[in-house]
């Protein structure tokens, strides 16, 4: 018997383009400025910053395009998650920084949803 397929629903389809903005809005900003978002990468003294550059604007692109076609949504999340756990580490740990405190905060959540995405995305 041939494996039944559902579409998702209209409300889930708006959750997962807004799930993403916060990708493609960063994504766009490094395509347009590529050289900031590159000297932030080697201040903190992480080698090869515009290939660790150009690695994370594709888990973006690729992750949220999937995400948002619903087509391998849980394969997409999984990219974004890879790109945002390390960064959010790396970029924004100081917690004892509000306004870094605050931008993990909202990484935190932003996994969240990417992980109610994969686990949705498991099941039969």
Not at 53 to 78: E, H, Q, Y
Not at 104 to 115: M, R, S
């Amino acid at each position: 018997m041939p494996e039944r397929t559902t579409r998702p629903s209209l409300l889930n389809r708006i959750a997962r383009v807004l799930l993403c903005l916060v990708f493609l809005h960063s994504l766009f900003g490094k395509l347009t400025g590529f050289d900031g978002p590159a000297g932030a990468i080697a201040a903190r003294g992480l080698p090869l910053a515009p290939v660790l550059l150009v690695m994370a604007m594709a888990l973006m692109a690729v992750g949220s395009a999937l995400v948002i076609s619903g087509w391998k949504a849980r394969l997409g999340a999984v990219l974004l998650l890879v790109f945002l756990v390390p960064t959010s580490v790396i970029f924004h740990g100081d917690v004892a920084d509000a306004a870094e405190r605050i931008q993990l905060l909202k990484n935190l959540a932003i996994v969240g949803g990417l992980l109610l995405v994969v686990d949705q995305e498991g099941r039969p």
